[in-house]
C-alpha cells in the first residue's frame, strides 16, 4: 500500500510540468480516480487548504494523503515520492549548466530566455495582486468589489520595500497581521 | 583544514536556514519563492548574480515537478554540490509537510475559521508587493540592456502569458528557439559555417 502510494506520487513528480496547477488533474487522477483514497470532495477540500498554506501543491498533497493513510511516515514517503523525479533530473540539470553556461553559444540562448522569465514573474505577480485587490480572477472582476485595505497594504508595502529595504518576510507577515487588524475594526 | 569545514558548515547552513524561512512564505505559487529567493541569495547574501538567478527560475520552471524544489535543487548544487541540493530541498519541503501534517488533523476547522480566511486574504496584498518589488529590478536592468530584441520579447511575452493566457512552458521553449535562432544570426557573422 505504501509503497503504491510512493509509486503514484513519483508519476505525480515526473509529470506535472509547469508548476502548481499543472499538477491537479493529475494528483486526482491517481488519488482519486485510480487508487480511491480520497472522495472528490475531499479532494475539493485538499486542494482549498493547498492553496490557502505555503508549499507548492504536489507537496501538500503528498502530505496530506500520506497523513491519511499511514500517519507521519506515509506523509514522509508520498512527499518523497514526489520530489524524488525533480531531484534527480534538476541535479542532472544543474550540472549540465554550470559546465557549459560560460559558452558563448548557451549564453545566446539563456539570454534569450530571461525577458520571458521576467514577464513570468511580473504576470503572475499581476494575477497574486488582483485575487488580493477584487478577491476575484482577473476574467471575473467586479470594480465595486475593490478592496481599499488591500491596496493600502499593498502600496505600503512597495514603500517599505524599495525605500526602507524592509525584508520582504516580514511584509507578507506584516500584511497578514495588520490586515487582519483592520477588517477586524472596521 | 578545519577552517574549510567550518565554512561549508557555514553556508550549508545558511542554506538550509534560507530556503526553510522562504518556502514557510511561500503563498501562492512558484514564482513568489523565486523572486524571494531572488531578494535574499542575490541582494542580500550575493551568493549569485541576477542573470543567474533567472537561468536557475528558467530551468526550474521548464523540468518537472514543483518549481520551489527544482529552484532548491539547482541553488543548492550551485552552492555546495550534491550535498548543498540535498539540504535546500530538505530545508525547503519540510515547512509544507510539517503545517499539512498538523493541518491534516484537524482541518475542517482550519477551512472555515474566518480569521485564518481573512488573514490569508490580506497577506496576499504582502506577497504581491514583494514581487512587483523583484518585477520592478528585474525589468529596470532588461531595459537597461538597451538591447531592443530583449525588451521586445519582455514586452511581448508579457502580453503572450497575462492576456493571452500561454502557458510558461510554451513561451519558454519559443524564447528558446529564438534564442537558438540568433545563435545561428551570430555564428554566421563570425563567419563560421554550422
Redesign the interface.
Known sequence: MIFELFVSFFKVGLFSVGGGYAAIPLIQSQIVDIHHLLSMEEFADLITIAEMTPGPISINSATFVGTRVAGLPGAIICTLGCILPAFIICLTLAHLYYKYRNFKGIQTILSSLRPAVVALITSAGLSILTLALFQAEKSAIVLSNFRIIEFLLFISGIIALRKFKANPILVIFGSGIIGTLAYMIF | MENTSKKDSKVLWQLFKSTF????????????I???MK?KFVEELQWLDE?EM?????????????????AS??LG??MHG?LG?LIS?IGT?L???I???I???F?QQ??DNT??????????????????????N??KN?VKTRNVM??A???I??L???VFGI???T??L???G???I??II??RKDGNRI
Not at chain 2, 21 to 32: H, K, N, W
Not at chain 2, 54 to 70: C, E, F, K, R, V
Open positions: 524561512s522562504l518556502s514557510a512564505f511561500t503563498f501562492g505559487g512558484g514564482f513568489v523565486v523572486s524571494l531578494k542573470s533567472l537561468d536557475i527560475t528558467a530551468i526550474a520552471q521548464s523540468s518537472p515537478g514543483p518549481i520551489p524544489i527544482n535543487v539547482i548544487y550551485r550534491i541540493s530541498v519541503t515547512p509544507p509537510l503545517i499539512i501534517s493541518i491534516s488533523m482541518y482550519f477551512r480569521i485564518v480566511a481573512i488573514a490569508l486574504q490580506v497577506m496576499r496584498a504582502g506577497v504581491a508587493a514583494v514581487i512587483f518589488d523583484v518585477v520592478l528585474l525589468a532588461i530583449y525588451i520579447m519582455m514586452f511575452t508579457f503572450m502569458t497575462y502557458s510558461a512552458i513561451v519558454i519559443i524564447c528558446a529564438i534564442g537558438v540568433n545563435l551570430d555564428l
